[in-house]
């Protein structure tokens, strides 16, 4: 919150990655508003972000997921030159027990 109106200090505000600009004075209903839609706008990003990272049938991480935190762990790992394991398991052999038992069984499994 600023009681400065220049353009440029506020280009300057955007540039450094500014969600919002609010300028003095303010009302309380204003304030309470732009705050409310800023707190439902974090919510909306953290739960596309979810979506993003995770299977919706199991609710685990994804390959996306993995691909990213594994390449973070790897170069963590690397500069301090500590050990690195990771372990995949797969199943042998699913697509023949979700062809013959349908979707929902295979849902259940999972």
């Known amino acids: 919150m600023t009681s400065t109106y220049d353009t440029e200090y506020q280009n ?3 540039e450094a990655g500014a969600s919002d600009f609010i300028g003095k004075p303010i009302t309380a209903s204003t ?15 953290e739960k596309l972000l ?3 990272y995770k299977d919706s049938l199991t609710g685990l991480f994804n390959r996306h997921y993995l691909d990213l935190e594994v390449a973070n762990v790897f170069k963590q790992t690397s500069r301090e030159r500590k050990p690195f394991s990771l372990l995949i398991l797969d ?3 699913f697509k023949l027990y979700n062809d013959q038992y349908a979707h929902p069984q295979r849902d259940a499994s999972l």
Do not use: F, G, P
Request: glycine share 0%; charged share 25%.
């Open 12 to 14: 300057a505000c955007w």
């Open 91 to 93: 199943i042998d052999y």
């Open 31 to 45: 304030l309470i508003h732009r705050t409310k839609n800023h707190l439902e706008n974090k919510l909306r990003l």
């Open 50 to 52: 979810q979506l993003t």
